[in-house]
């Protein structure tokens, strides 16, 4: 496993969801960890949007360029399907995101963040993404991807894991420790890894 890099506070925490609407209280994975995780341990920085095409995605990440401040990080958080074409599947009308194309809307933010980037990809088959010929042509701190097919409650006990003990000290290392251990599976596959 990679060394982890530790935070400074002025860390910003954006979710960005593309799912249909919920069963559980009409909410998806990542706005139950955004109203229930991360809002109401009283993060200041903490922002969640949905998008529902790759225009209106490169369009909130452009709106994130411009509001970084000097100095800041920054978590993206992906809450969306997964994609067997690998990539992520954008709602309502199944568009399919390249992963390559991700990573191109993702490298001036990047580059504006010297790197300060951790980058949080939940969903299925995210680990595809390791594939990519251009992901080490930007700087990601650190990738969190899915090794399996997930579901919900792992995502929702992995999450309130890693964002309990990341919010608190602000230490990436031990939130992405707690977030492996959280998503196991009964033959001890966790959910998620850095890659």
Sequence with gaps: MDSFKKTNRKDRIVILQSLPPGRYENKQSGEEIYDEI???KG???????EFYSSKELSSLLQHL????????SLIIHFETHGSMQ?????????EIIPWENLLEMLAPLS????????LILSMCLSNTIQDCENLNSIQIKNLIVST??????????GFRAFYSKYISPSNIGDAINVLISK???CDGNSAFAII
């Design 65 to 72: 360029n411009d509001t970084i401040e000097e100095g800041q």
């Design 86 to 94: 690998g990539g992520m599947c954008v709602y309502p009308n199944s």
């Design 111 to 118: 580059k504006n963040l010297d790197g300060n980037l951790i």
């Design 148 to 157: 399996r097919t997930i579901n919900r409650m792992e995502i929702i006990r």
């Design 183 to 185: 998503t196991k599976d």
């Design 38 to 40: 991360i809002k109401n």
């Design 43 to 49: 993060v200041d920085t903490a922002e969640f949007y």
